[in-house]
């Protein structure tokens, strides 16, 4: 295939998907601010509406470039860092074999061959086989013996082959070359049209969060539902900062906001629908007036401006707990089942108590469990904090409305 353009749009990381467009595209303006701040993102090159390379910009200036062939079967990932000479040196090069669409689509490749380059050429190739070497009676889904390898091969190369220029952003036409390793031959000038998508209406949006706390009945993306609100207890302040965390990870840091000391108490809003009861979201109140505006709670290296289209910084739950506690607040490891996961498995909400004047600490259930939410902190009209909601997304914004 002979390309004389390329179609550019970027997104997310892809990880571990399979497809041919991006699974959170983003627009040109947010990956360049990414790009400037060492922030990953992806490029997709495309021609014909088919995908010729995915290239990955990741931390401390590192690339990856996923091939495609004609088939639109991702095919080889080439890894490239920098090079004393100032460029990109293509350091490790994995190629793989699929004997059919069904293996590739579930990954179970017959060849894998690892090219690995030194900053000096020294070049070693080695190949790993899905089975036995030589011929086999087994059906592929049926071996048994797992990998095996062929002795390597090592030599030395004029270490110029594997290098490439640093590309700036929007240069796109630097990753052009490889694409020949699958066939794909770029004419003598490659036009770069862009189609990313347009940057929209920015990250998440604090909208309905007073109607997660008012009782009564609801829509939700699950139907029907009745939100009740709930007293979780007093939280008790000391430090001036209260911290938004999973309770299992509270020393990976915590987000924080400054708040005054004292006692204040904590909500939870449960939505109950057909199949259950949830918790839908969680408030600490600091003042008995209601918010003039919302705010998401940034650690200080956090910028709106990297974000993408309905996208947040948030609180990362890995325990399915999240919990509101002074910043100062310590757990013991070995009692945390005992004291709080065991007793939330039939509670929404626990808290772990301690001596006067130390700080306690309110636990409840996150959610549907494992992820990222947004915090969000109500400022007063006086730019006092009001109150601070952790948001987790089991109904839309808008509530009942």
């Given at each position: 295939?002979?390309?004389?353009?390329?179609?550019?749009?970027?997104?997310?990381?892809?990880?571990?998907h399979?497809?041919?467009?991006?699974p959170?595209?983003?627009?040109?303006?947010?990956?360049?601010?990414?790009?400037?701040?060492?922030?990953?993102?992806?490029?997709?090159?495309?021609?014909r509406?088919?995908?010729?390379?995915?290239?990955?910009?990741?931390p401390r200036?590192?690339?990856?470039?996923?091939?495609?062939?004609?088939r639109?079967?991702r095919?080889q990932m080439?890894?490239l860092?920098?090079h004393?000479?100032?460029m990109?040196?293509?350091?490790?090069?994995?190629?793989?074999?699929?004997?059919?669409?069904q293996?590739?689509?579930?990954?179970?490749?017959?060849?894998?061959?690892t090219?690995?380059?030194?900053?000096d050429?020294?070049?070693?190739?080695?190949s790993e086989?899905?089975?036995?070497?030589?011929?086999?009676?087994?059906?592929?889904?049926?071996?048994?013996?797992g990998?095996?390898?062929?002795?390597?091969?090592?030599?030395?190369?004029?270490?110029?082959s594997?290098?490439?220029?640093?590309?700036?952003?929007?240069?796109?036409?630097?990753?052009?070359?490889?694409?020949?390793q699958?066939?794909?031959?770029?004419?003598?000038?490659?036009?770069?049209?862009?189609?990313?998508?347009?940057?929209?209406?920015g990250?998440?949006?604090?909208?309905?969060?007073e109607?997660?706390?008012s009782?009564?009945?609801?829509?939700?993306?699950?139907?029907?539902?009745?939100?009740?609100?709930?007293?979780?207890?007093?939280?008790?302040?000391?430090s001036g900062?209260?911290?938004?965390?999973?309770?299992?990870?509270?020393?990976?840091?915590p987000?924080?906001v400054?708040v005054?000391?004292?006692?204040?108490?904590?909500?939870?809003?449960?939505?109950?629908?057909t199949?259950?009861?949830?918790?839908?979201?969680?408030?600490?109140?600091f003042?008995?007036i209601p918010?003039?505006?919302w705010?998401?709670?940034l650690?200080?290296?956090?910028?709106?401006?990297?974000?993408?289209?309905?996208?947040?910084y948030?609180?990362?739950?890995?325990?399915?707990?999240?919990?509101?506690?002074?910043?100062?607040?310590?757990v013991?490891?070995?009692?945390?089942?005992?004291?709080?996961?065991i007793?939330?498995?039939?509670?929404?909400?626990?808290?772990l108590p301690?001596?006067?004047?130390e700080?306690?600490l309110?636990?409840f259930?996150?959610?549907?469990?494992?992820?990222?939410?947004?915090?969000?902190?109500?400022?007063?009209?006086?730019?006092?904090?009001?109150?601070?909601?952790?948001?987790?997304?089991?109904?839309?914004?808008?509530?009942?409305?």
């Open positions: 295939m002979i390309f004389d353009s390329l179609d550019v749009s970027y997104g997310n990381m892809w990880g571990s399979q497809g041919m467009t991006h959170d595209p983003m627009s040109r303006t947010v990956a360049a601010r990414r790009h400037a701040a060492g922030m990953e993102y992806a490029v997709l090159l495309s021609a509406e088919r995908p010729l390379a995915l290239v990955e910009y990741w200036r590192m690339w990856r470039v996923y091939l495609f062939d004609d639109s079967w095919m080439i890894d860092k920098p004393s000479t100032g990109l040196l293509a350091h490790r090069n994995t190629r793989w074999q699929f004997s059919n669409e293996e590739h689509s579930s990954w179970k490749w017959d060849v894998q061959e090219t690995t380059v030194s900053a050429g020294q070049v070693e190739v080695r086989f899905a089975g036995p070497r030589g011929a086999s009676t087994e059906p592929q889904h049926a071996r048994t013996s990998p095996s390898s062929v002795p390597m091969r090592r030599f030395p190369a004029p270490v110029e594997f290098l490439c220029p640093v590309p700036e952003f929007g240069d796109w036409q630097v990753f052009a070359p490889f694409l020949a699958q066939g794909h031959e770029p004419a003598t000038t490659v036009v770069l049209s862009d189609v990313s998508v347009d940057e929209g209406s990250p998440l949006r604090a909208t309905g969060i109607q997660l706390f009782p009564g009945a609801c829509d939700t993306p699950d139907g029907p539902a009745v939100v009740e609100p709930v007293d979780a207890g007093l939280l008790r302040i000391t900062q209260l911290a938004v965390s999973d309770p299992g990870w509270i020393g990976e840091t987000r924080t400054a005054p000391p004292g006692e204040f108490p904590v909500t939870l809003s449960l939505l109950r629908t199949r259950g009861a949830g918790v839908a979201a969680a408030r600490v109140t003042l008995d918010p003039r505006e705010e998401m709670a650690r200080p290296d956090e910028d709106l401006g990297l974000l993408g289209e309905g996208q947040f948030g609180v990362g739950v890995d325990t399915g707990t999240a919990a509101f506690m002074d910043a100062t607040r310590t013991i490891e070995d009692q945390l089942d005992e004291d709080l996961f007793p939330l498995d039939s509670h929404f909400t626990v808290e301690s001596t006067e004047p700080p306690n309110i636990a259930r996150a959610g549907r469990g494992d992820g990222a939410y947004p915090v969000w902190v109500g400022r007063t009209d006086d730019g006092q904090v009001g109150c601070v909601v952790v948001d987790f997304q089991l109904h839309s914004a808008d509530g009942g409305e």
